[in-house]
């Protein structure tokens, strides 16, 4: 059981251009991100319903304290001072480009924190948008847990290569 | 023929060994005056511990999940 790599979840995606028609909207601010620990081994090509929060590998080893409670926090609520983190989906040189203000959260006591799952909170299903490996186990005490997004954003597709 | 320390030196003046591998420590103060100590690893995550309160914070520097295509045509 290890996280290696971040990822998209191809059945979301699947689910999103099919007659499925799942109603992922990546501007709104009720996604949450949740942390798990390295005990999870994610599968991006898992099935619609284990590529979701509390099913599949996620349905265990999520990692949650003071500050950030079960089932994540809300993108309306994760940047510094409460601040929403204000997604933005936009173009840019022909690739799809998902970004959003850094993450703050204050007052966190997390141990072993390994990766974060972004995933659509409002929807059914939770169903997992993005994982991002934070590389190694981190643990705050009574701290800030931030994310700094890189400058390319925080997903990008590359429609136009 | 091994490399000296000064063969070594050399190659670092001329930035072939750029940057030394493993976590790079910094100490800073926070605007209360308390002293931190900054632990940043080599992925750029950064551990930040304070002097007082018990406190710890963590900085995680992520990166961008890029998802690239090729356009091809391909016929039978």
Known sequence: ?161 | MNGTPIDLEKLRSLSVISRRSGDRVSYGERSDGVKVKHTTDELGNRVTEHAKGDRQDVLINAPTVQVTTATREVRD
């Open chain 1, 1 to 161: 059981m290890s996280v290696t790599a971040s990822g998209l979840f191809t059945a979301t995606w699947q689910d999103i251009l099919d007659a499925t028609q799942l109603a992922i909207d990546l501007s709104l601010t009720s996604h949450k991100l949740a942390h798990f620990s390295n005990s999870i081994t994610p599968d991006f090509d898992a099935s619609a319903a284990n590529a979701a929060y509390g099913a599949g590998q996620y349905a265990s080893n999520e990692v949650s304290g003071t500050g950030w409670a079960a089932g994540g926090v809300a993108l309306s609520a994760i940047a510094s001072g409460g601040a929403s983190a204000s997604p933005t989906l936009t173009v840019s040189s022909g690739s799809l480009v998902y970004d959003m203000n850094d993450v703050a959260v204050s007052g966190t006591t997390l141990t072993n924190a390994r990766c974060g799952l972004l995933y659509a909170d409002a929807l059914a299903g939770n169903n997992a948008i993005l994982l991002v490996n934070y590389g190694g186990d981190y643990s705050t005490v009574n701290g800030i847990f931030g994310i700094t997004w890189a400058a390319g954003g925080v997903f990008t597709l590359d429609l136009t290569p």
